[in-house]
Structures are given as structure tokens and as C-alpha cells.
């Protein structure tokens, strides 16, 4: 049912889906369980020293002979190793974020690899494009994690994306089943990335805790936050609570950092504490009711695909 | 080429487009052009006193012989002498907004009117169907001008309301051109209402600086604001700034209301006060690079429209 477009052509895959890289959710096993299914697997290193991420690149390649990628934030210090290392161990798909296209892609090209940016405004994604990147990812303010400064929705921001640049764009944020896939390539996206969706599949290393949290969550219970550091959407909870109310006095970065401290993310994502831990999930999740495995989501995303191309055939 | 829909049907209109009730910007000339071009034309009674009301849909309805609605903030003291003026002039379609879909659906309903209540949450679209209105507009956090406190966007809200509700769900917010419409259609919506595209139209009564503003903004340009009071989005000018170096110092209700003052809104966008008016737009503002006749959108939206479906069906 899905027909090839520049993305599953430039990336080797079966369905215009991937998997996002996500920091302590989206480890070897999640993205080979991606791959095996049809979508593109993503290791998100983010979260990974090196000697970690050669270990997962290893096991997704045990559990896959599908191409798999990595997501590489390039606002970490062992930025360098991290290439180093998936670079060696052969991986050739590379999502690069949180920095400038400039610094790695003609590094990462010369090796033979596809590079593909992350951006939030057109004029970014101008850049990537003329830093040399294949293509970009354009993420929306409704996705999770960090986010971009000027708050551009994925409906408003992929048409003008998809108007300044010539490569092909990827539509990130606010999807999480068929009808956001169809309406995502509407727009003019020529394959999306799912996170939050993939957080919550049975491959994932999310913990049980922060899976639940998710699964039971209402529309309105995620927000855009720490925006005078680095803006991230959080679900919301404690630690969430003490932000903001740091952030109706006017906080500032040193504040918000001091309150952050370390090793949030981690507790809160991989360890399951609701309370303390930074829970970085998108405005989807309240869409997210069920733990699947990732063949079963990518069948049911499939079902939906269809039944949305048959309603939309009813309406126009 | 556009097919009926629950929309079409209960409001008698041809295409599923509806051209949204906007404080100063659209009067009886907007709504009428609207309304022939194939559109519902909605008069912005917001702000209105009952007398101008009046004058607006008699014009209206001098130069169309098609339906035509009024959309009425329910929030201004005005309001049960606007409704009932509406009333008297034959007005059958109310758009409601700002304001509980308890307080006057049924005697709308009685009057034998159609009433659609404007919400940003799945919640209060179970309310307003559980308050007997025929139908709901979804509005997202990219939608100008007054916007809901959970900014929830368009992509992630209007599935949600269509899986909350049984009566038909209109998508706003981030929609300017045919693209767009058919992602909001394939969400689950029975039909869109846009604002900012027909704020920039030759029958629109915004001012001509108001659309010449519009015509040349960025991407990120416009911002919802005044979250303390009454979330707003709005195009960055003096003003703006004014409120955004407030609200880091983390200004209250009283402390925004004071720097509102009267009269910002029909200063920048009836008068053309670019400087110190509010400027209520939507995020596509950045999208819109021509004022157009309605007659010549609706062809170029109906035109983006085919081409939309086009590509889908290459895609899928």
C-alpha cells in the first residue's frame, strides 16, 4: 500500500516511517524491532558514551539485517567519539540535531553516509541544505524532547519547509497513527518520525512507570517548558510543577539549571521515577492507549493509512 | 470535486470552507464575498455593539442571497442584544466562542438556529455536544488571536475531538491553503474554518498596513501571548515586545491588563497602527503573499486541493 518516495528510496525501507532516535527509550533492541517491521530503526545516542553505543549499534545488527541509523545531538561533548564509533561499526544513516548541519556532514558524507537534520523553521532547513545533508526532519511544537524556539506547529511549519528547500523533508511531532501519517504527507512530507508512538511499543526501554504515565494521560497534560534554557515538552508532574511555578517568577537559565541538575532525564525515563524524573513524551501522548509490539503498530498504522485514504476519497 | 459533507449539509454550503468571524476584520462585505464564492461567511460580532450588527448583516445579506452566520464571543456584555438582533434579522447560523455552550444553545435551538461552539480541548467539545450544539470548530495553538490554555495544536487535537464527540468536528487553526485543508480532512474533520487567509482578502476590512504586515512576516513572527490573562497570538510588533519583556518578569493578569488598555485591536488591525496595536494573526501569516478577491482563494485553494490529492495517491 505505501509506494516509494524519495525517503524509503534514499534510506532503503519499506514504509515512509522511522523511528525516532530518543534519548533512554530508543536502544539496539527498539530500533532492530523498527526495522524488522518495515520502519526505519534509529539508535538515539544522546543518551550513550560511546563504548554503550557501540554496544547497541552490535546487538540491532544481530537482531537485523535492515539498515539502521543513529541519532547523534551534537550539542554532547563525546559528539566525536560517538561518530567515530557508528561510523566503524558501518553505520551509514546518520540523524544529526541540537547543532549546526555545518560541523559533521561533509565529514559524514566523505565516509559515505546519508546525513539527515533536524530543523524547526524553514531557515534552518535552508541551511541544511546548503550545509549538504540529504534531507530534513521538520519537527513541529507539538513533538516531545527538545523543541525549537519559534513554537511552529507541524502544520504550519512542513508546507513552508517543503517550499524552501529542494531535498526531502521529513514531518515530525503530533503523529501517532494513520490519519497524522496521511496528514503529514499531505502537507508535502515524504515520510515521517514517530516518536512518542515508538517510546511506547514493547521494544522499547522506556520503563513500565513512564509507559503507564503515558498510557493514562489526558490532552492537555504535556508543556512546552524551560524555554529560557533549552525548551523541552515534558509530561506533567512533579518536577514539572516545581518548573513552572519557577517560571511564573520570571526564572532564568542559571535557575532553571540549578533546579534540572543532573540525571533527570535518565531517572525519570529509564527508571521509572514519575515523581523527580524529566518524562520527555509529545502532545500525542494522550493518543498512546496501548503497548504493542512494533510489528503490531506498523500493522495497525497500515490499517489506519488505508482507512484514511478511503475517507478522503469519500470527501473529495 | 469537493463532495458533501455532514458540514456542507447542515450549513447549506457547497464547499467545506468556512471563512472564520474575526473582531474587525470581517463585516457584512467579507462575509457575503465568502458566502458567494462557496464559502460560509461569518460576520465577527466581537466587535460589534448590536446597532453596527445589524448594519453589517443587512449589507450581508444586500449582496448575497446565500446563507450567512454570525460568530459571537460570548464573553462581551453585548451579547444577548447581539444575538437578539441577529435573531431578528433572519440570522440561522451562530458560531459561539469564549464562553459555556450551556448559556444559550437552547434558546438558539428554539429560535430554530444551528449552533457550532468554538473549543481547544476534547473535553469541552463533550460539553458543548452534551449542550446540544449541531457541531464544534477545533481550534489549535497556532490559530490567531484568542487561543485555549493547553496548546493543544491542530495536528494532535482535532483526531482527539473527533474520537471525544459524535457531531461533526470543523478544524481551525494553521489552515491558509489547500494542503492544509486536506490534512485537516484527513484527521477526521467534516470541513475547515480559516481565518488569517481571509483576513488578507481584497473584501476583508483589515487595514491595508494590517495586510501588508501579514504579506511580509516570517516564520516566526507571530506568538501567543498574554497567557495570564487571556492567551492571544499575535504578530510581533512594539506592542508585542512591550508584553514579552513583562511577562519574563513574570507580569500578572492586572499588570498585562494595565498595558492592553482599550482599543489595541481596532487600532492595529482596523486602523493600521502597527506600532501600538494588537495584531491578532495566525501562524500561516508567513504562508500568505497575496491579497486575493475570495473568488480567486477559493479557486486557488480548490486548485491546491486537486493537486494535494494528486500526490497523495502517488504516495499511498
Known sequence: MYKPTSITKLLGIETPIIQAGMVWVSGGKLAAAAANAGALG????????PDLLKHHIEKAQSLTTKPIGVNVPLLYKDVESQLKVALECGIRIFFTSAGSPKKYTTMLKDHGAIVVHVTSTPELALKCEQAGVDAVVAEGFEAGGHNGRDEITTLALIPQVVSAVKIPVIAAGGIATGSQIVAA?????????????????????AHENFKKAIMTSGPGDTKLMMKNLVPVRLLKNKFAEEIA???????????????????????????????RGELEIGQVSAMIRQDLTCKELMNQLSREVQATIKNLNALF
Chains 1, 2 share one sequence.
Open 42 to 49: 534509529l539508535i538515539g545516542a544522546g543518551s550513550m558514551k
Open 185 to 205: 504527507m499531505a502537507l508535502g512530507a515524504q515520510a515521517v518520525q514517530m516518536g512518542s508512538r515508538f517510546a511506547v511499543t514493547k521494544e522499547s526501554s
Open 245 to 275: 511555578a519557577l517560571e511564573d517568577r520570571g526564572a532564568d537559565a542559571e535557575a532553571l539549571e540549578q533546579l534540572l541538575g543532573k540525571g533527570r532525564a535518565k531517572s525519570g525515563m529509564l527508571e521509572g521515577d514519575l515523581e
